[in-house]
């Protein structure tokens, strides 16, 4: 499947409900099981193989420990692919026939599952057949460590790796350095060294300094939003390099990338595999999140509010909150106001981490002065948890519905179906994920179907993290109609490598559904939407000539007239949203049916695409496109503003109350 790695959850639910519009009502429930996506916004990288070597144009793949020559995978057989690879990606067709398999298969119309299956021939000459050989991330990264393994100073098994070397040769800047910095470098130059690293991996001072040039690097030639907040690249690269001793520890060297990068205001940049694992497992008892009013403190089972009576965070320690969100916002992409604040308020959790970089005791107690809606104020001293608090799927469903009355009913799995006496339905709808399962997509689409006589839509994609772009696909196409039968939904350019041409048949930006205005696979109306959306399309940031390929363009035709829905629909979102679904709000919004409630939705739509650093191993994820909303301006650092700006209610985290939903409803019985 495209871009996803699957898991079960229970979290979305498509539910046709019972005019909640003039007075509460029974539901009707049209439930289905979410499938979700547990990273965001790539192509997954798998491989069912764990090395690759070439013989001319012919692969040679070692699987589960023999090498065997490559006859066919899931029916294509070995030449179409290395064919295909050669037309589409030019010099690099090694490199994506080797790391990039799904893509590859993706490109050529069919998609792996976990598992696919390969014709192999022995060395001797006899044929095997694997039925179902497993796709797994950790293939795919032994397939990277063998065809890098002379930059990366690692093992080859197997055999020689012939011109793949000079492919993979790392770049690294080459300029004086500064032995200076800014003061608001002051936290590069001064890195965070904590007695919990003493026996972590380190790496030398020097190899330390060589991933930082590989890195700038990398910035400087691969980055699509390298100039989006101004950064002075020389300035906060160098300041990195004044700071560090003689050995330098992974996390340390870790959390100083994670503050580098956040300077650039990219949503996607990430460095290493998570924040979790370079920190100390001292955590907060209690997780915050802005409300209206102020942050609150709640339990992480959301079981109840910290203090019912006092449901705001004033300090912990008696440093003020908005200290703390400070330096927790710290490692996380300088971008839309709104949305640094809530990830800073998400980084709350890790206490050890926070008190070190403050200056802090670290004990195995904390003190949280709380506060009410009249500044009464209290004081409670708790116990440090070693255990994780995670946030956890919410909006929440499953539970027993409100019925009181007067309020809005909660739309929540196991209710009856029924009608109130006015008549009017309202269809939610419950996206936890943008995902592109066909089992989940062929549901949704059921779903739909059955509520197409529905007065209005609810459409729920608060703390949907993004995915794919495939449900924006499923829904958009049924709130079009014959006065706006095509809909441009994103604009993007490509972040040209050396050797790429700003022109190019088909483009640079298919796995994102974005094509070349000149394409030839663009339907007349979808043409005529470019045209007319061009003619007053101004990007708010332009990208740079010569560095950028020229515009490409998503567009999604209208649904059949018998699937349409003509009615009005509310979309519910807040800071949370981000990446795919992004674009699935900035496209909706577009449409003069569709209202936004909610607070403005996180800002991100870069196509991020992993480095490898060659000392440290981190890897560095750096956006590829610049991404536009159809009205010409970029997503992030800036986000998509709702209509209706509402913020929840504290006992909305912990309670069936939803402020947001009420307003939403509310909205739409006022159109």
């Known amino acids: 499947m495209r871009h996803t790695v699957l898991s079960s959850i229970t979290a979305a639910t498509l539910c046709v409900a019972a005019a909640p519009f003039l007075a509460p009502g029974p539901l009707l429930l049209m439930g289905a099981e979410a499938i979700g996506v547990a990273d965001d916004d790539w192509i997954p990288k798998r491989s069912p193989f764990t090395a690759v070597e070439w013989n001319g144009d012919e692969p040679r793949v070692r699987y589960d420990g023999t090498w065997y020559a490559l006859l066919e995978l899931d029916g294509f057989d070995a030449a179409t692919l290395v064919e295909h690879c050669k037309q589409r990606h030019g010099r690099r067709w090694r490199k994506r026939f080797c790391e990039d398999l799904v893509q590859v298969l993706w490109e050529l119309g069919h998609e792996p599952g976990g598992a696919v299956s390969l014709v192999l021939r022995e060395d001797g000459g006899a044929r095997v057949t694997i039925d179902a050989a497993p796709m797994t991330e950790a293939n795919r990264r032994s397939v990277w460590e063998h065809r890098n393994a002379d930059d990366v100073g690692l093992p080859v098994l197997g055999g020689a ?19 200076d910095f800014r003061p608001e470098d002051a936290d590069l130059a001064r890195p965070l060294v904590l007695p919990d690293w003493a026996d972590a991996p380190s790496i030398s001072r020097d190899e330390a300094r060589a991933d930082l040039d590989q890195l700038e690097w990398l910035v400087r030639h691969r980055f699509s939003y390298r100039d989006l907040t101004g950064v002075d690249v020389a300035a906060v690269f160098d300041a990195a390099r004044v ?118 005791p670290r004990t195995d107690t904390l003190t949280v002065t709380l506060a009410n809606d009249a500044g009464e104020r ?21 539970a027993a519905p409100r019925m009181d009355a007067g309020e809005t ?81 994103n604009v993007g350019a490509y972040r040209l490598a050396e050797g790429d041409e700003p022109e190019r048949e088909g483009g640079y930006l298919a796995d994102r559904f974005l094509f070349p205005a000149g394409w030839d696979g663009w339907s007349a109306a979808q043409r005529a939407a470019i045209a007319s959306a061009s003619a007053t399309f101004r990007p708010d940031r332009a990208p740079s000539r010569g560095e950028f390929s020229e515009l490409h363009w998503f567009v999604i035709d209208a649904a059949p007239a018998a699937a349409r829905f003509p009615g009005r629909v509310a979309v519910l979102v807040d800071e949370d949203c981000f990446s795919a679904t992004d674009v699935f709000l900035g496209a909706l919004v577009e449409l003069p049916r569709v209202t936004l ?18 000392h440290s191993g981190l890897e560095v994820r750096l956006s590829t496109m610049a991404s536009f909303r159809p009205n010409g301006a970029r997503y992030d650092g800036v986000g998509v503003a709702p209509d209706v700006e509402v913020l929840a209610q504290p006992a909305d985290f912990v309670t069936s109350s939803d402020a ?10 006022a159109e």
Not at 430 to 448: C, G, I, N, S, T
Not at 461 to 470: F, I
Request: net charge neutral.
């Open 161 to 179: 790796l012939d011109e793949l070397h000079g492919a993979a040769r790392v770049e690294r800047v080459e300029r004086d350095h500064a032995t």
């Open 243 to 360: 700071g560090m001793n003689e050995r330098v520890s992974l996390p340390e060297f870790d959390v100083t990338l994670r503050k580098l990068m956040a300077r650039f205001g990219d949503g996607h940049a990430r460095v290493g595999g998570g924040l979790t694992r370079a920190l100390p497992a001292e955590y907060a008892p209690f997780l915050v999140e802005g409300a209206q009013g102020g942050a609150v403190a709640y339990l992480p089972d959301r079981s109840a509010l910290l203090d019912a009576d006092h449901p705001f965070v004033v300090a912990i320690d008696g440093v003020p909150l908005e200290r703390w969100i400070d330096v927790a916002a710290s490692v996380e992409a300088r971008g839309a106001a709104h949305t640094v604040r809530r990830r800073g308020e998400r980084n709350l959790r890790y206490l050890g981490w926070l008190r070190a970089e403050l200056d802090l």
């Open 378 to 398: 209290i004081e409670r001293e708790l116990r440090v948890s070693t255990r994780k608090p995670n946030f956890g799927a919410w909006p929440r469903v499953g």
């Open 409 to 489: 009913p909660r739309i929540d799995a196991g209710v009856a179906p029924r009608t109130d006496a006015n008549g009017e339905r309202v269809a939610y709808l419950r996206v936890a994920r943008m995902d592109d399962d066909p089992r989940f997509l062929a549901d949704l689409e059921q779903r739909m179907d059955a509520a197409l006589d529905a007065d209005a839509w609810v459409i729920d994609v608060r703390d949907n993290g993004g995915g794919t772009r495939d449900v924006l696909r499923a829904i958009a196409p049924r709130l079009l109609d014959d006065a706006r039968p095509a809909l441009v939904a």
């Open 597 to 614: 409630v909610g607070r403005a939705s996180g800002g991100g739509s870069g196509r991020s695409r992993g480095h490898r650093l060659a």
């Open 660 to 669: 947001v939903l009420d307003a939403a409803v509310r909205a739409l019985r």
